[in-house]
């Protein structure tokens, strides 16, 4: 079992930053890809970024060059550092976890934090 609790959510303006994180508890935390999703109101949840246990990283195309996953092992942490945001990145975000390789489906991932609420306001 692997509880994820996901921090650092807030309001911010247009061009912003914020920086969330995910706190990993039980399993060994090296050997599970790590993805951070995202759910809109009426959406449904949508890929954002991974990072599978090599540390190599995925990125949904709307986000490439804005948005950073990055993971500290010795921490059991997972981050994303989300800058020049926009009102369109508004949404409940989610970290979840599943073993080894990283992939863009929420289906695939076994394990689910609670989310973390992002306001871009224009």
């Known amino acids: 079992q692997v509880q994820l609790v996901e921090s650092g959510g807030g309001l911010v303006q247009a061009g912003g930053s914020l920086r969330l994180s995910c706190a990993a508890s039980?399993?060994?935390?090296?050997?599970?890809?790590l993805g951070w999703f995202r759910q809109a109101p009426g959406k449904e949840r949508e890929f954002v970024a991974a990072?599978?246990?090599?540390?190599?990283?995925s990125y949904f195309d709307s986000v490439k060059g804005r948005f950073t996953i990055s993971r500290d092992n010795t921490k059991n942490t997972v981050y994303l550092q989300m800058s020049t945001l926009k009102p369109e990145d508004t949404a409940v975000y989610y970290c979840?976890?599943?073993?080894?390789?990283?992939?863009?489906?929420?289906?695939?991932?076994?394990?689910w934090g609670q989310g973390t609420q992002v306001t871009v306001s224009s």
């Open positions: 979840a976890a599943k073993q080894v390789y990283s992939s863009r489906r929420p289906s695939d991932y076994d394990y």
């Open positions: 039980g399993r060994t935390f090296n050997n599970y890809a």
């Open positions: 990072i599978d246990w090599t540390a190599s990283c």
